[in-house]
């Protein structure tokens, strides 16, 4: 037992010894340079390059290959390489308002010598101002002078305000006070912001359990119906009514005709909202510019027509305050 112990190591004290002086890499490249003369003939004869045959032969590890990817890499590598890039509705604007279209009255003036494009004065005092910079390539005019070229008028011209308060027979069921400054004071007061819109301190500190599936935002809009009633509107219909959703009707259609016509329209969405049963007010402001401004029912000025039909809005933004 001892001999073979004995041998085992001397076996593995040589191996070590050969690794430290790396015989074998220099055994390999003794053997490359004794065939160097021989490689120098072979490329004589076969007319290859001196300089490829006289240089030195590096001796390295060989590189493993890449494993070639399976079929479904393949496929899934294909898939995306054919599918299409996505783009926002602005992008989508500008990449149509690029086809071709040289003026916004061409559909109007058929059978007529179609004049060439001039630059809106109005989207001129735009750009100036700098709020257009991200859409350069788009060619922007006025409602008036993209409807009045297609023979459109409106039925209602507003300034993008709401000038009215909440619905007074709304206010009056639910004591509602007569103003925004009031219900503010009568609610408790405090500072609004964003990140305090209760203005006591902290969103956490609004009562109750939310609701399975609400945010936050609703949440803490539902506590506002007599502090912030344009808060509450804005995602809460009436207490006792029920919000409709899909395709608004004919009714609704023309209420909301009515409403803009005598408090205006284009902000405070909640309070606009409390005049509409059974709607809130970020579904009035989608109808607002999806169907009131891009079909001409409603001008406003704040909004400006691009080639291709839809309205961008171009007025002043307003700073929230976190």
Not at 23 to 32: C, G, I, P, V, Y
Not at 276 to 290: D, E, F, K, L, M
Request: charged share 25%.
């Amino acid at each position: 037992m001892d001999y073979e112990a004995k041998r085992l190591e001397n076996i593995r004290r040589n191996q070590e010894m050969l690794k430290s002086l790396e015989l074998d890499a220099s055994m390999t490249a003794l053997m490359a340079n004794a065939m160097r003369p021989v490689a120098a003939s072979l490329a004589e004869e076969h007319g290859v390059a001196a300089e490829v045959a006289a240089a030195p032969v590096v001796v390295g590890k060989k590189r493993r290959r890449a494993p070639a990817p399976d079929a479904k890499a393949r496929q899934k590598k294909a898939r995306e390489a054919a599918a299409p890039v996505r783009q926002s509705r602005r992008i989508r604007s500008q990449v149509e308002a690029g086809r071709g279209v040289t003026s916004y009255a061409e559909e109007a003036l058929e059978g007529e010598a179609r004049p060439v494009a001039k630059r809106s004065k109005a989207l001129d005092t735009v750009s100036a101002s700098g709020k257009s910079e991200e859409f350069d390539d788009v060619e922007f005019v006025t409602m008036e002078e993209y409807f009045t070229a297609r023979g459109i008028e409106p039925k209602v011209r507003v300034v993008g305000k709401y000038e009215g308060w909440v619905n007074p027979d709304i206010a009056a069921e639910h004591g509602i006070p007569d103003s925004a400054s009031d219900a503010w004071r009568q609610g408790g007061g405090g500072q609004f912001s964003f990140a305090n819109p209760m203005g006591i301190g902290s969103k956490n500190k609004v009562k109750g359990a939310k609701p399975r599936g609400w945010s936050s935002a609703k949440f803490w809009s539902s506590k506002l119906l007599c502090k912030n009633p344009n808060a509450y509107f804005y995602r809460h219909v009436a207490p006792g009514c029920e919000r409709a959703l899909g395709e608004w009707t004919r009714a609704e259609h023309e209420l909301f005709i009515k409403v803009a016509a005598e408090h205006g329209a284009g902000n405070k969405w909640g309070l606009f909202a409390s005049y509409i049963p059974n709607r809130v007010g970020y579904q009035c402001s989608a109808y607002y510019r999806h169907v009131m401004l891009k079909e001409g029912i409603i001008w406003d000025p704040n909004w400006l027509m691009a080639p291709n039909g839809v309205p961008h809005y171009f007025g002043p933004r307003v700073r929230r305050r976190s």
